[in-house]
């Protein structure tokens, strides 16, 4: 009768085709129980419940350890890895996130935060959004202000979105096809949201994991204001995300922001760049106010040793079309802060290298090219 060991051996063949590796290595041999009589009980944890390729592991663990001699019966179970073990799994992968995960086919996450609120995170993220997209880039925005979301409004979308075949949460398109996901898609109008702990934790995993953002060049995030709960959250569930920093130009603002960039660096979130807001308005006359005084922007690269991505001037069309449910940079391209936003794009372009997160070569050359793994049905959205 084999040993545990010679079974967890045999065990080796058994590949997880999303993963391309074999589930000992992988670490998904939970348990692996000998009867006295050569039955063979072995338990494989899944990354999702719901995992279409169980059937695959049942018959090639099955295989695998059926084909040893003296076992008489092989029962194949499962269950789920937790967390930790996710994330365990994960860093052994060497990335952020499961291939699995629809978000395996998002090149670039980028994360839109600052120290305080009020300070244009969701104004700038719908243009810069708008923007990248005018670049023909393929844009995704995840609304993750769970309290105070803004972004349906700033887009003009609403409504419940849709469920595909494969039970994941389709988004919105926008102006322009950006896709967009926002909690105001699922509450009443203008209800409060009171999500903390956990259900929080699950709401913005749900938006991760269970949206079909299909294949997306940017996905930028609209963090709430502060270094809370949802910004944790997020740097734990996207360690390959990168920061923009957005902040007013006066010193007081820039000692706020500074503060969300040590939360960042902490939680080992790259700062990608600072983009300064409401830098001066300038009257139709042509006289410039520097209403939120000046250089505070800069002077918060200069500490972060990161890029000024951009000055966005106060105007008021920015702030009427963000009303009105059309970013600017489409309405009005040529506006001051239009302009602005449109550069940092245009920055936003260069600095963010085209990746190509799963088409990794393959042992064997070019042609061995892994397909995209289709995104994996799990539980449906909250509801
Ligand atoms: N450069 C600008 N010119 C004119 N109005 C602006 C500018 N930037 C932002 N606004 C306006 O300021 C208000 C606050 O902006 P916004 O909601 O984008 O900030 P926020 O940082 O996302 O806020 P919160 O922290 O509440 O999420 C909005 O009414 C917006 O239209
Ligand atoms: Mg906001």
Known sequence: MPSSEQILKALEVVIDPELHKSIVELGMVRSIDVQPDGGVDVVVSLTTAGCPIRNHFETAVAEAVGALEGVTRVGVGFDVLNAQEKSELQRRLGRGSLPEGALARVSNIICVGSGKGGVGK??????????????????????????????????????????????????LEAAGGVKVMSIGFFVEEDAAVVWRGPMLHKALTQFLEDVDWGELDFLLVDLPPGTGDVSMTLAQLLPQAKFLIVTTPQPAAQRVARRSADMASKVDLEIAGVIENMAGFVTPSGERFAIFGEGGGQELADELDVPLLGRVPLTMPLREQADAGVPLVVTNPDDAAAQAIRQVARGIVAIFPVQLPVLQPAAGGPEAIAPAPEPSGMTLPMA
Not at 129 to 135: D, F, N, V, Y
Not at 137 to 166: C, H, K, N, Q, T
Request: charge should be positive; charged fraction near 20%.
């Open 122 to 171: 969701s104004t700038i993220t719908a243009n810069l959004a708008a923007a990248l997209a005018g670049e023909g880039r393929r844009v995704g925005v995840l609304d993750a202000d769970v309290w105070g979301y803004s972004i349906p409004r700033m887009f003009g979308v609403a409504g419940r979105p849709p469920v595909s075949a494969e039970r994941k949460i389709l988004p």
